[in-house]
């Protein structure tokens, strides 16, 4: 298992090793102890999540609130999508940045989403399942949220903005400068 972190701090790609053999593959897909020593501090994941999505949905960009800030192990069992996070921790060297990673289900790549950074994936592929780990839960009034298409944080969602699939509540959410924490 390979895990680099991104030029966002305390955010990781997680590669693992895969065996091939006539039956198919094999891998692991979460390892507790190494994510732990890369992350530096213990994780206690308490909820899993699954979404499947058309081709063209965008989900995002979401991230909980004060105690209910949640870090997430994520990874895509089907399909594929653009993921993409923002630093959102004001007192962070990469605040307002983002970074973008293709998930797969042909890459078998996760990646680890601190708490502190907004998350959105875009699906580039037919019924793509997200799956989800969570370490905080899932708390309604804690939720906040970022526009897609904020003009400041600029991101490059490689895809026509016109036809994607989004909620009216994420088509809502306020602008990065707008954003309350
Ligand atoms: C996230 C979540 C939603 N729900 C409910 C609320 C709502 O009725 C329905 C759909 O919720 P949403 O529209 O917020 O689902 P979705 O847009 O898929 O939300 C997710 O987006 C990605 C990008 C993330 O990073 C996740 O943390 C989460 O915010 O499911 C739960 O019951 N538990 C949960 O943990």
Known sequence: MKITETFIKGCFIIQPKIYEDNRGLFFESFKENDLEIAVGKSINFV????STSKKGTLRGLHFQKGEFAQSKL???PYGEVLDVVVDIRT???TYGKYFK???SSKNHTSLYVPRGLAHGFLSLQENTVFNYK?????????????????????IDWEHDNENLIISEKD???PSFKNLLL
């Open 47 to 50: 909820q899993d999540n699954q």
């Open 74 to 76: 994520v990874n895509v």
């Open 91 to 93: 007192e962070s060297a």
């Open 101 to 103: 990673i293709k998930l």
């Open 134 to 154: 969570c370490d905080n839960y899932y708390h309604n009034e804690s939720e906040g949220g970022i526009l897609y298409n904020d003009l400041e944080l600029g």
């Open 171 to 173: 088509r809502g959410l």
